[in-house]
């Protein structure tokens, strides 16, 4: 009774915006950790493959094995943290692993020489996000271990920005960039070439071009949300061509049931709400559990017969209900819009994040796993 729409178009407009951005010389990266953003990482991936991507970006080894039992070949980079415990799985599978503890290249050793194949690495360093990263004064001698196993390739080096989406005031992401440059330099000096070289993510590759280096990472961006109002804002101060993004993801139910209620008459848990009038309600299956949340008790809108309809009550676990008194003609099982448009109205994720007082990329990856995602 619900299910989330993936507009291939869109998803295509976005990523040729940014190729166009970045140039052909340069590899695209497709971030699709964390089910695509909640948009369903299997359909998301080959939509991007196909519309010219060079690589994608996941989180987890289990992500870049599932994509590989759906027949994904492509070179497929773990961003995250990758258990000791899982390396052997993740280098038969010939995932590219992103690194920074001497203990897993101790154990890609072992598992290297296990399985008579090499280990693809990119090494994340520290520029000042203090999340994932190499220090500095430990560098050199990790890349010199790093070298010492000649199954364990160093193919990337990467590093991430701490504070690119959130002010206009972009000294910070510069002193990042600053560092970064500084340790290439250092490399450069030291006769180490490491091949590609990546710092971009979308907010980065919207406003810096000096960025770019040998990969981008697009995430947020590809999706068809900005990275920010500030991103966009910034856009704008900085004279560039906007980029027209398109949102790609609606997220849709069913009407289960329409019930009048008198004045006066309390709505859902809590007893949060009171009706003022005689009042038609339309219960919603859709909850917390599905990754609406309960933040929007008593404030957010759905869609039906594209007009605005207020959720009355708190969010339960597997419903909501909405006030249609003012929508004629709603109907059992019609359609109703918690994420995207109807007629000439729209419910971006950008306008639950406010609600919820958060951002539009906890809107979206929040979005249950087990609902489906259907390619239109």
Same mark, same amino acid.
């Given at each position: 009774m619900q299910w989330v729409e993936i507009n291939k178009s869109a998803l295509v407009s976005n990523l040729q915006q940014?190729?166009?951005l970045v140039g052909k010389e340069r590899k695209l990266l497709a971030v699709v950790k964390a089910n695509a953003y909640g948009h369903g990482i299997c359909q998301v991936s080959k939509i991007v493959l196909k519309a010219g991507v060079d690589w994608l970006g996941v989180n987890s080894v289990e992500e870049g094995l599932l994509l590989r039992r759906q027949g994904v070949e492509c070179p497929i980079l773990i961003l995250g943290y &990758?258990?000791?415990?899982?390396? !052997?799985e993740a280098v038969s599978k010939n995932l590219h692993l992103t690194v920074y503890n001497f203990e897993t290249l101790d154990k890609l050793a072992q598992v290297c020489q296990q399985l008579q194949q090499p280990a693809y690495l990119h090494l994340k360093v520290e520029?000042? &996000?203090?999340?994932?990263?190499?220090?500095? !004064?430990d560098l050199l001698s990790f890349i010199e271990k790093a070298e010492s196993y000649p199954p364990l390739i160093l193919e990337g080096i990467s590093s991430h920005f701490a504070n690119i989406e959130d002010t206009t005031d972009h000294s910070y992401a510069q002193q990042q960039l600053k560092n970064f440059i500084r340790i290439l330099r250092f490399l450069d000096n030291n006769k180490i070439n490491i091949p590609l070289k990546h710092i971009a993510c979308s907010a980065a590759t919207i406003l810096f071009p000096e960025t770019y280096f040998d990969l981008v990472r697009i995430g947020i961006g590809m999706y068809g949300l900005w990275p920010s109002r500030e991103t966009y804002l910034s856009s704008l101060?900085?004279?560039?061509?906007l980029l027209q993004l398109k949102p790609v993801l609606s997220w849709k139910t069913r009407v289960a049931q329409i019930k009048r209620v008198p004045k006066d008459a309390f709505v859902g848990y809590g007893c949060t709400y009171r009706t003022t009038r005689l009042t038609d309600l339309a219960v919603l299956p859709v909850g917390y559990y599905d990754g609406y949340k309960r933040h929007l008790s008593n404030s957010s809108h759905v869609l039906i017969k594209g007009q605005r309809a207020l959720l009355r009550g708190r969010v339960a676990m597997n419903f909501i209900t909405v006030d249609i008194t003012d929508i004629p003609g709603v109907e059992l099982e019609d359609e109703a819009v918690l994420i995207g448009h109807s007629g000439k109205e729209a419910i971006t994720a950008d306008y639950l994040?406010?609600?919820?007082? &958060?951002? #539009?990329? !906890?809107?979206?990856? #929040?979005i249950g796993y087990h609902i489906?995602?259907?390619?239109?």
């Open positions: 940014f190729r166009r &990758t258990p000791l415990n899982r390396l !052997e520029t000042g &996000t203090f999340r994932q990263g190499i220090q500095q !004064e101060l900085q004279n560039k061509n994040a406010q609600l919820m007082g &958060t951002i #539009s990329y !906890e809107v979206v990856t #929040s489906p995602r259907l390619v239109v």
